[in-house]
């Protein structure tokens, strides 16, 4: 069993910057993909960047050249730096570790991040 835990959010103005940050239990990040996918009210659950166990990277359009994902293995830990926030990035933003053989799927339990115009 994973278990995930983001911090981090909170409420920002427009232009300003967050790091979210999704600490998992165990070493895992050789063997998951670990992504980061949020959600605002009334609208559907997106992807917003995804890290491989080899390291490369891959960001939504919407995100990409603002946010950036990366990972410190030592502290199990992966983190969403984003920078020039809109208010449209405005969500609740989840943390996911998948594999695909055999087949696991964890979440976190979310961080709201709330930017004001």
């Known amino acids: 069993q994973v278990q995930l835990v983001e911090s981090g959010g909170g409420l920002v103005q427009a232009g300003g910057s967050l790091r979210l940050s999704c600490a998992a239990s165990?070493?895992?990040?050789?063997?998951?993909?670990i992504r980061w996918y949020r959600q605002a009210p009334g609208k559907q659950r997106d992807l917003v960047a995804g890290?491989?166990?080899?390291?490369?990277?891959n960001y939504a359009d919407s995100v990409k050249g603002r946010f950036t994902i990366s990972r410190d293995n030592a502290k199990n830990t992966v983190y969403l730096q984003m920078n020039s926030l809109k208010p449209e990035d405005t969500a609740v933003y989840y943390c996911?570790?998948?594999?695909?053989?055999?087949?696991?799927?964890?979440w976190g339990q979310g961080i709201q991040v709330t930017v004001s115009s």
């Open positions: 996911n570790a998948f594999r695909g053989y055999p087949p696991s799927d964890y």
């Open positions: 165990g070493s895992i990040f050789s063997i998951y993909v």
């Open positions: 890290i491989f166990s080899g390291g490369g990277t």
